[in-house]
T-cell receptor, first 113, second 114 residues
Framework: DAKTTQPTSMDCAEGRAANLPCNHS???????VYWYRQIHSQGPQYIIH???NNETNEMASLIITEDRKSSTLILPHATLRDTAVYYC??????????????FGTGTRLKVLA | EAEVAQSPRYKITEKSQAVAFWCDPI?????LYWYRQILGQGPELLVQ????????DSQLPKDRFSAERLKGVDSTLKIQPAELGDSAMYLC????????????FGQGTRLTVV
């Protein structure tokens, strides 16, 4: 299964952009990159996903390198409520025709006032 | 907005007792996942269903854990007997399992074994 590597922790000043990197060098051509975040004691919350093009939604932007071996999640104006653990996931297509989400240890982002 | 429902939210049980968790996925989602999350770690996939069939239970400790999704809708995860090391958050997720879609997670059940 494709694995991801993320920094253990990061700090970001409130109001500034938070850039969270992720390496996924073993990703296959048809596997998507997903980002979730988990605020303390809650279930993971979906943020964004992409295949090879950059993506943007109301929460964040996702920049995927041309070789697809790494990506960056960008929170454009971080707020205190963005303090959470952020997981970068490669969604794997299984032999049963379904998809599997394999979590790593994530990046603990702390937004500082 | 549709949500994945889980109950109970919190459960305290004694070692060697049986415990069960319930999950109701978003309507129409064929795929259901059960994850275990130990404090400080990322969620670990325990079992995955496609409709009523198990498609992956390679990480499920089958000597004490069981999972079922009898009618292909809601699901139950059971532990018998519970051990101290089972203390964790148990998360349920569901998805439509199509190329561009995502999985939705419930709020989890926090299990404490004493």
């Amino acid at each position: 299964d494709a694995k991801t590597t993320q920094p253990t922790s990061m700090d970001c000043a409130e109001g500034r952009a938070a850039n969270l990197p992720c390496n996924h060098s073993t990703i296959s051509g048809n596997e998507y990159v997903y980002w979730y975040r988990q605020i303390h004691s809650q279930g993971p919350q979906y943020i964004i996903h992409g295949l090879k093009n950059n993506e943007t939604n109301e929460m964040a932007s996702l920049i995927i390198t041309e070789d697809r071996k790494s990506s960056t999640l960008i929170l454009p104006h971080a707020t205190l409520r963005d303090t959470a653990v952020y997981y970068c996931i490669v969604r794997v297509h299984t032999t049963s025709g379904t998809y599997k989400y394999i979590f790593g240890t994530g990046t603990r982002l702390k937004v500082l006032a | 907005e549709a949500e994945v429902a889980q109950s109970p939210r919190y459960k305290i049980t004694e070692k060697s007792q049986a415990v069960a968790f319930w999950c109701d996925p978003i309507s129409g989602h064929a795929t259901l996942y059960w994850y275990r999350q130990i404090l400080g770690q990322g969620p670990e996939l325990l079992v995955q269903f496609q409709d009523e069939s198990v498609v992956d239970d390679s990480q499920l400790p089958k000597d004490r854990f069981s999972a079922e999704r009898l009618k292909g809708v809601d699901s139950t995860l059971k532990i018998q007997p519970a051990e101290l090391g089972d203390s964790a958050m148990y998360l349920c997720a569901s998805s439509q399992d199509q190329r561009g879609t995502e999985a939705f997670f419930g709020q989890g059940t926090r299990l404490t074994v004493v």
